[in-house]
């Protein structure tokens, strides 16, 4: 098929006043010009494939020598959100002022979380109680020009350095609080917690000092962990009952001595031993690591007994043997791998804690992975007197204004002996008489005149919150021991007679269920006595 020459001769001159208004190559506008002259087609159509080939070079040529002048002179580096480094560069740039050029805000309700630095003018109202979070959806971009890749890490390590620096009046507490989103997205929520002083943390006599020495000679130990072929790592659980102080002396600890805190507690839901290793993996050098009632890893001992309460062969439902129940989904295996394998990262403390020190394996309390367990019991005489001064410090308590300040600090002493000669050693932990001294307004006086009622109640208070758990116990094992189907237990309690005054054990009515399970046999009614 032949193509009209003037035709051609259009398309060339068009394309060669457009490349000259365009691009102003008048050089090459006149070169296609030329062509259309020869009314030569092929000769037109080589030299459109030679130029369009010269200008494909070019930019190839061009792209190449970009990335090779970015690949010499410029380094990427990227910081994920949930990794500590990204807290060291999110500090140091907020430090720097950077996010003050920030046009995208989330407002959040201030939680102590980040500090973004940003206030929207000086003294600008209500900025006390949110806090502007520049967006954070896509990577913020920031460069830095050097020619040597050194400086990268120089950068990096000035980052961290400032960011322990500035947490010296604080301790930084990572904590994994939401689902796992990907990759490095496990330390997700990070609080400063206001250093606790360690003499706030009363114990008995010298076991403070013995934990802090102990950690401080494995920081400082950490040659010889290496010459002597030792994971650099350490492993401390604390047990005893709630509220004794347990978790107030990691933190007291981690404060003194400078260490971040990542902690994660096995009772989540979305913890199992995937996370838990990828958690455990990203704790930086010197740091603590807490996991929180370790004991929900295995199952519990009435779990057990209940479950196997008619023996080992008993069976549950449809034949099936029972399971022992555990309330997490980490295995007993996922954590001991993960237990071991801290000491890949050198300098881990490894603190767990417990309410129920017979729950956990043996595996598990084996040297080298708890090197040191610590037993936190209920109050003692003298720390309930240790507990009383500092709740009522001579400097800050009022008694009566003719009093001198050594009438005032024996006065209180000799109130704080009173007080604690009141409770009865070891029944109560510390947390409850905190709770009991902070309803007493910052009066001593009325702290040891009520004491006597306050323990009372107390004691009464448990003693019928035992004797109901003995009672459902008691009734989930009747339950148990009876393979055919079980009566429903209804207590007989005439309306003249108060619950208290009824016998728990013996006055019941067995009346069985409306419907009997399937395959259950005809069960006749009885009554206990
Ligand atoms: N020995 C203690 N010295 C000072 N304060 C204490 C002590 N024990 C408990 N407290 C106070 O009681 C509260 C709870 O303490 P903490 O969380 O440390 O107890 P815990 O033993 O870790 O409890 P749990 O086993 O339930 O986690 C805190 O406010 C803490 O100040």
Redesign the pocket.
């Known amino acids: 098929m032949e193509v009209p020459t003037q035709d051609v001769g259009t398309l060339s001159s068009l394309t060669s006043s457009l490349l000259a208004r365009i691009m102003s190559f008048s050089f090459l506008a006149s070169w296609i010009q030329q062509s259309s002259n020869s009314q030569s087609y092929v000769f037109d159509t080589a030299k459109l494939f030679f130029l369009g080939t010269l200008v494909e070079a070019g930019r190839r040529f061009l792209q190449w020598l970009a990335e090779r002048v970015r690949f010499q002179y410029s380094v990427t580096a990227h910081f994920t959100e949930g990794d500590p480094a990204y807290e060291w560069i999110v500090m140091f740039l907020t430090e720097e002022n950077i996010w003050k050029r920030s046009r995208d805000f989330h407002i959040n309700a201030k939680s102590s979380t980040r500090r973004w630095g940003i206030t929207l003018g000086e003294n600008a109202p209500g900025s006390d109680h949110v806090d502007f979070v520049p967006t954070y959806e896509l990577p913020h971009l920031f460069r830095i020009y050097t020619l040597n890749v050194k400086d990268l890490q120089e950068f990096v390590e000035e980052a961290r350095v400032r960011y322990i620096e500035h947490g010296r009046s604080s301790v930084i507490l990572h904590s994994a609080s939401q689902p796992n989103f990907g990759p490095g997205f496990v330390w997700s929520s990070v609080k400063r917690k206001l250093r606790r002083p360690m003499d706030?943390?009363?114990?008995e006599e010298g076991m403070l000092d013995s934990i802090v020495q102990d950690a401080k000679d494995f920081i400082e130990m950490e040659d010889w962990y290496i010459e002597a072929g030792i994971p650099h790592r350490r492993g401390y659980l604390?047990h005893?009952?709630?509220?004794?102080?347990?978790?107030?002396?990691i933190h007291a600890l981690a404060g003194e001595l400078g260490l971040e805190i990542f902690s994660l507690s096995l009772s989540a839901g979305f913890v199992d031993d995937a996370f838990l290793q990828q958690a455990s993996s990203t704790i930086p050098k010197k740091a603590i690591f807490l996991i929180?009632?370790i004991d929900c890893a295995f199952a519990s001992r009435e779990d057990d007994e209940t479950n196997t309460s008619g023996g080992a062969s008993s069976n549950g439902f449809l034949g099936l043997p029972f399971m022992p129940l555990r309330r997490s989904n980490v295995t007993l295996s996922g954590l001991l791998n993960v237990i071991d394998g801290i000491g890949s990262e050198e300098g881990v403390l490894f603190f767990a804690?417990t309410?129920h020190i017979n729950r956990l394996d043996p595996a598990l309390l084996r040297p080298g992975r708890i090197d040191r367990k610590i037993e936190?019991k209920l109050t003692t005489a003298a720390?309930a007197t240790a507990?009383f001064s500092r709740f009522f410090p001579a400097a800050r308590t009022t008694l009566g204004k003719e009093s001198t300040e050594s009438d005032k600090a024996a006065r209180l002493q000799e109130l704080a002996v009173r007080f604690a000669s009141r409770i009865p050693e070891h029944k109560f932990?510390?947390?409850e008489l905190?709770g009991y001294l902070l309803s007493c307004k910052g009066s001593p006086e009325d702290a040891v005149s009520g004491i006597d009622l306050w323990v009372q109640q107390e004691l009464d208070d448990r003693r019928s919150r035992q004797a109901k758990e003995s009672d459902a116990a008691q009734l989930s094992s009747t339950m148990h021991d009876h393979q055919e189907p079980q009566p429903v237990l209804a207590p007989v309690v005439s309306p003249s007679t108060s619950q208290s005054s009824v016998s728990r054990k013996t006055r019941a009515v067995l009346t069985p269920p409306s419907t009997p399970p399937l395959g259950a046999k005809e069960h006749v009614p009885f009554t206990a006595q």
């Open positions: 706030s943390i009363i114990l604390l005893g009952p709630p509220g004794t102080g347990k978790t107030s002396t929180e009632d804690t309410n936190y720390q507990l932990s510390t947390a905190q």
